[in-house]
């Protein structure tokens, strides 16, 4: 099964909301993705069944026929896929220095006491402090 590649095949707005459906279920036909998707937009059940045929094609989805359905399961983690978002983010808009990213994030932000406490306490753990 092919796996996800390069910068460039990173997810669209649509196809990550088709993904974040598929990490939420663990895995669905094409109308079970389409009841997932709920919300005030209404989508074709043909629309559905390309966008999951285009994520299986740039390998973000096995499929497999169960029945005269096809049954879609993501091949990554919605975790990979952060943490490959996120060094691609890093590389190409920060020149590859995860530091930049992180003091944009936290200049950017308002962020509360509590919420620096916590990204401290997750440094303090990650390295064992």
Do not use: C
């Not at 598929?22 to 059940?45: D, F, H, N, P």
């Not at 999951?52 to 390998?59: A, N, P, R, S, T």
């Not at 091949?75 to 003091?103: C, D, I, M, Q």
């Amino acid at each position: 099964m092919p796996r996800p590649k390069g910068k460039s095949e990173l997810l669209t707005t649509v196809e990550l909301e088709f993904m974040m459906v598929l990490w939420s279920i663990g895995s669905g036909t094409v109308r079970e993705v389409l009841q997932g998707l709920g919300g005030e937009e209404k989508r074709a059940y043909t629309s559905v069944a390309t966008v999951l045929k285009v994520l299986h094609d740039k390998g973000y989805l096995s499929a497999k026929k169960v029945n005269r359905a096809i049954l879609y399961r993501p091949t990554l983690s919605k975790t990979e896929y952060e943490g490959k978002t996120l060094k691609s983010l890093s590389a190409t808009l920060f020149n590859g220095t995860p530091t930049a990213l992180v003091a944009r994030l936290v200049d950017d932000e308002d962020l509360s006491e509590e919420t620096i406490k916590e990204i401290k306490d997750i440094i303090d753990t990650r390295f064992g402090r």
